[in-house]
């Protein structure tokens, strides 16, 4: 049999997409720093009461882009509108295929009137780079391996300061008043006798930064906010803690892309490797289907609305435009039954049958984790990455439920672990599955952060 070169003749050895990512041997996506600095209950609840590091510096890639078309490419793209665009600006770009279905979002930053840097995992800045290789865009991409995709030194380190002490800490170390600074808006502080780029935004309900920089300035930037953040009870969050904050504020991680069938994708899975975030990627959960268009959304399901714009041409605009005023999924938050998640831990100690093991704090054993859920026996939705925040004292979940289902207080059944023979991936132990009771509540579930991103967004 010949070796896969490519994500489309890996996909040619099964039967069909779905096989290839339920048994495919990767787990969850990994963030490479150390697990807990202190321990993540603390690190959890300084995230909402005083302040939190993160270091971000080696989990995402980063597509670095320059060219006189760069904002022809990711306006060509992106279902975001470029007119405000451009240098010390900010913004989540968000693509589809052709059809309307999603294919991922990442953070925009402008680097420059011909610069940007697209960073989160690496499946968009995928998409954007091979367009522009591909498609005759006068753009150059300089893409900056994830580290565990590469034994290259990264090319910058990024910090995140968040929580109520955040800004406090940060202006102690800029030496005065931070200003200048809107929402997803950048500028520069000082840190350490240097002028630091950083972007603002505050995903824990309170203005933070994100910084950036190149590596070789990393320990200095770390030494001189950690020293800062003492008097304001900051503390250093590892990946245990990381893992859990987007679901505390709504943010889905990551949905599968919309890339493993029809033939708009087909010249892109030649392109991508047989070896690769998108090839290796794992599907996992309760929810089953041989069709993995099942598994498919579209950025209003996601509750990205608000930012289609129809105000340019893109890919996936005429099939946009054309369900807009359809009724679509929504983006909740479930709340899991404490009595359920108990008798799934005490499962551990029989002698027969157990549950899926859910890992704390967060259980999330694929890439892309899809749990169906019932009401009534019906399918109404699917939950992704359940957590448990020690914020709220509760495991929760994100989750795509059908409209008419997705409204606080309704009372929906989650099915949890994979069916029996279900795939082999050797990260899902032998269990059974199990019904877990959840109810519905708002996203974010913090209305601080509710609240806080409505001001913002005014």
Known sequence: MAVPKSLEDKLGHYQNPVDMLRNASSGPYEFPVRAQFSN???????????????????????????????????????INSFKNFGNNKAKQIIVCRDDGKYLGDSILFGLGESKVN????????????????????????????????SNRPREGYRFEVQGPNAWDILEQVNGGPITGFKFFGMGNINVAGRRVRALRHGMAGAAGLELFGPYEEKQDMLAALVEAGKDHGMRLAGSRTYSTVA???????????????????????????????EAD?????????????????????????????????FVGREALEAIRNEPHKKKMTLVWEPEDV??????????????????????????????AVYKNGKQ??????????????RWISLCILDREEAYEGNALTVLWGEPDGGSAKPIVERHVQTEMRATVTACPISDQARDTYRQWSA
């Open 247 to 277: 679901h505390e504020s709504g943010w889905l991680p990551s949905t599968l892309p919309a890339i493993y069938s029809g033939d708009y994708c087909r010249e892109y899975r030649k392109w991508l490797p047989a070896r690769g975030f």
């Open 40 to 78: 993540w209950q603390d690190e959890q609840e300084a995230w909402r009461t005083t302040a939190v590091l993160f270091d971000q510096s080696y989990h995402m890639t980063d597509h670095y882009m320059e060219g006189p078309d760069v904002h022809r490419l990711l306006s060509d793209l992106a």
């Open 118 to 149: 697209i960073v989160n995992r690496p499946n968009v800045g995928n998409w954007v780079q091979f367009h522009a290789e591909t498609r005759g865009y006068d753009v150059k991409v300089n893409k900056d391996e994830r580290k565990l995709d």
């Open 380 to 393: 109404v939705g699917h939950s992704a990455y359940p957590v448990y925040t020690s914020n709220f004292r």
């Open 342 to 371: 108990i008798r799934v831990f005490g499962s551990l100690f029989n002698e027969g049958d157990r549950f899926k093991f859910m890992d704390i704090p967060a259980s999330h054993y694929a890439t892309f984790p899809y749990d």
């Open 281 to 313: 990627a794992s599907l996992g959960g309760s929810m089953v289907s041989d069709n993995v268009e099942d598994y498919y959304l579209t950025p209003f399901d996601i509750g990205y609305g608000h930012i289609v714009k129809f105000d340019h041409e």
